[in-house]
């Protein structure tokens, strides 16, 4: 539980840091292999920290990605948009 108690400290500090000085922070919760499915590398318990929260997913075979709403404030739960990144 001392693992779980301080991300939740970090959580709160990155909160008051974008606050303080209206900044985003970005955070990713990478998928692990787990006992035959995949699981978030922060654990559950991470879910409740951030405000927003976005599912970012690439097809296979090419450059195009979705971004998914999972959590927000202001906007609906949901919603997608795709997104390409180019070669420079």
């Known amino acids: 539980h001392k693992g779980r108690s301080m991300m939740i400290s ?3 500090i990155l ?3 974008a606050h303080k000085h ?3 922070v970005l955070v990713t919760n990478h998928m ?3 006992n035959g499915a995949p699981k978030p590398a922060l654990g559950e318990s991470w879910k409740a920290a951030p ?3 976005l599912m970012i997913s690439r097809d296979r075979g090419s ?3 979705t971004a998914t709403t999972l959590k927000h ?3 609906a739960c949901g919603r997608h948009m795709k997104f390409q990144f180019l070669p420079s």
Request: proline share 0%.
């Open 73 to 75: 404030t202001l906007l």
């Open 32 to 34: 692990v292999a787990g």
């Open 15 to 17: 909160k008051k840091l």
């Open 51 to 53: 405000h927003i929260r």
């Open 10 to 12: 970090v959580a709160m």
């Open 63 to 65: 450059n195009i990605c």
């Open 22 to 24: 209206n900044l985003s």
